[in-house]
């Protein structure tokens, strides 16, 4: 007996109406971004480990999937080695290449590698799958999509306010409330210098980045054990605490990081961004200043949004980054980027049943075959309907009617066309409402006029 066929743990298929939902958002995303004036690129699956190994730290170097050479793999390794069992130094040996963890490497590598063909600044996004090797969960894939949006080559905050506009105009066309939070890596490094703390803040960031999560008196506790002392932590709580409109936490942060000339750059950046953007957008802009996602990473304004109708965690995210194409050793290109969070976004939608009912019908027109003259009837009529935008099929065998009719209502197609004898003698055909079980005679032009509207 055959073994069940499975598929790798961490991985999933995607049926045609979850493949109709999800094209359904990347279209929009797409469409939007089309607006502004991005290009689309994309890049291979696999990269070389030259290029991905010691971009992501050592523990997303683990998550690297690697990929065998090719041929006799074994042919460089000596039996030593092999009994040496060290996993890294045989990985090294033994694969040359791995499947991409993210979108952002691969897409410095091709800046630096196309920097004499592109025109700067560069507009680009990419949507296309990544791949870790890590533990399968509960909303954690091996195997799973990114969405990137990046304009390299160009300082102007003018970018930023794009990007936002981007993702207001995106949440607004899914139907979807959210809350767009903003805040400035440099007001993050200001604050930390303020307090005299300027060699922790990492560790500042990343614990009241878990205000929401853990809440105020275990980001104490996590900063107290981080080495703040007790002034310390004392200072940074009306910071964290800070509330009020965008203006009014802007003021008070100003006057906190007078000393600052790195703080207050942050807080020019953030003012400029508030002032162009104004009340043009749909949904609500935030200054959040807790707010500090990929600290090591970005460098100016970072971004991050919520949905307020579904308890989830942040769907999209991104910010400004100095010098995206250093690790391959070109310097100085700034930039600014978002990704969406395709998978969160899909349950999102679900969860709110936002999908408009015209993305997610396949078939709209089925006609069904009662044998050679009706088909041949039919088929004319097929190709015009076909011609005029509707998505139809014909029935391919002679089989019982009550099959065929099945077989629409499983595909939920909305409308069959049945022609026999006495409709093809009128010309004619007998049209079916399978919502309303409704039943017409009509000509081909006007079956094609009543499925269209």
Known sequence: MANKPSIPKGTRDFSPIEMAKRNYIFDTIREVYSLYGFQQI??????????????????????????????????????????????LRLAARLCEKGLRYDLTVPFARYVVMHRDELQLPFKRYQVQPV??????????YREFYQFDGDVV????????????QIVDTVFTRFGVRVQIKINNRKILTGIAEVIGAADKIVDITVAIDKLDKIGLENVNAEL?????????????????????????????????????????????????????LGCSLNNELQLDLTLARGLNYYTGAIFEVKALDVQIGSITGGGRYDNLTGIFGMPG????????GVDRIFDVLNALDRYPKDSVTGTQLLFINFGEAETAYSLPVVAQARQAGIRSEMYPDAVKMKKQMS??????????????????????FTLKNMTTGEQQQVSPEELIAIVKA
């Open 333 to 340: 290109i700034s930039g600014v980027g978002i990704s969406f």
């Open 153 to 164: 080559g160009s300082d102007s905050l003018l970018n930023e306010v794009e990007l936002m």
């Open 42 to 87: 994309e890049t291979p699956a696999m990269e070389s480990l030259q290029t991905l190994m010691g971009k992501y730290g050592e523990e997303g170097d683990k998550l690297l999937f690697k990929i065998l050479n090719s041929g006799d793999y074994l042919s460089k390794v000596s039996d030593e080695e092999l009994t040496e069992r060290n996993t």
């Open 224 to 276: 107290k054990n981080d080495g703040l002392s007790d002034e310390q932590i004392a200072q940074l709580q009306p910071i964290i605490t800070l509330e009020g409109s965008n203006e009014e936490k802007l003021n008070t942060i100003a006057e906190v990081l007078k000393d600052s000339e790195t703080g207050l750059k942050g807080v020019e950046e953030i003012r400029f961004i508030l002032k162009v």
């Open 131 to 140: 791949w870790r090797a890590d533990r399968p969960q509960k909303g954690r």
């Open 407 to 428: 077989y629409a209502n499983a595909k939920a197609i909305p409308f069959v066309a049945l022609a026999g004898e006495n409709e093809m003698q009128a010309g004619k």
